[in-house]
């Protein structure tokens, strides 16, 4: 198997035709990457990598969904405040 030219992975079919393999990236970018197998046929799949921090990554999403948490709670009891009146 390759991707962008680079050999990222080598599988072998069963009897039915079906095969699962790694695939191991040597040096890669973030983004959609390609991954071509050739087997007689040509099987093409994607590969989205995303880069994330271990060591503030999840803080951070919790921010932004607190932040969205308080922006619906207030858009919620200004509809509701229009209601009561």
């Known amino acids: 198997m390759k991707s962008l030219g680079q050999d990222v992975g080598k ?7 079906k095969f699962t393999s790694p695939v191991k ?4 970018e973030p983004g959609r990457h390609k991954v071509r197998a050739e087997c007689g046929i040509v099987l093409v799949g994607n590969v989205d ?4 921090s271990s060591s503030g990554g999840t803080t951070s999403t919790l921010v932004v969904l607190l932040f969205f948490l ?5 858009m919620l009891r200004r509809q509701f405040t229009t209601l009561r009146r």
């Open 11 to 17: 599988a072998t079919a069963d009897n039915d035709g």
């Open 25 to 28: 990236f040597t040096n890669i």
């Open 49 to 52: 990598v995303t880069l994330s």
């Open 70 to 74: 308080l922006i619906g709670a207030a």
